[in-house]
């Protein structure tokens, strides 16, 4: 996995985590760079289509290993947390689905990309949740 630089918004203060979701919005972005572009042209769709399937590939294994990483540290909301994960994940696979289906009209791609907005404002908001949580409970 390369290494990125992270936003300060996006950063919760885990450097393991955040270097995960410093890749991970990294692909989030390429994604979003393929897909805002004209896709009328095969070209176009399938380097979306590849995105979005690194994209998907990057959110499972992130999410595990975030799942296994607070659970382990006794986090304790895990259920809302997995079904967070459950559900943003689902988003994407229907993305995907949409992409493979309409393969020429790119209206639906392009009217749900804010699926992409919701990956990003789970770090902000979900993610550093559980990171609250632990320094609370390291200071204590
Ligand atoms: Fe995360
Ligand atoms: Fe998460």
């Keep these: 996995m390369k290494s990125y ?4 918004k996006y950063r919760i203060g885990i450097e393991e985590m955040d270097a995960q979701h410093a890749y991970w919005i990294h692909l989030i972005e390429e994604f979003r760079r393929t897909a805002s572009g004209h896709l009328i042209d095969g070209q176009g769709l ?4 590849h995105a979005l399937g690194q994209l998907l590939e990057y959110t499972r294994e992130h999410f595990r290993s975030e799942e296994i990483f607070i659970e382990a540290r006794g986090y304790p909301h895990m259920d809302a947390h997995r079904r967070q994960h459950a559900e943003l994940e689902a988003e994407v696979v229907k993305l995907l689905d949409e992409i493979v289906a309409h393969k020429t009209n ?4 392009k009217l749900n990309l ?5 990956l990003m404002e789970h770090i902000m908001e979900h993610d550093k949740d559980y990171a609250r949580f632990l320094r ?3 200071a204590a």
Excluded: D, M, Q
Aim: a neutral charge.
């Design 46 to 49: 399938s380097a979306a289509k």
């Design 106 to 109: 790119t209206t639906p791609l």
């Design 114 to 118: 804010f699926v992409t907005v919701w």
């Design 5 to 8: 630089p992270i936003e300060g």
């Design 136 to 138: 609370e409970r390291a």
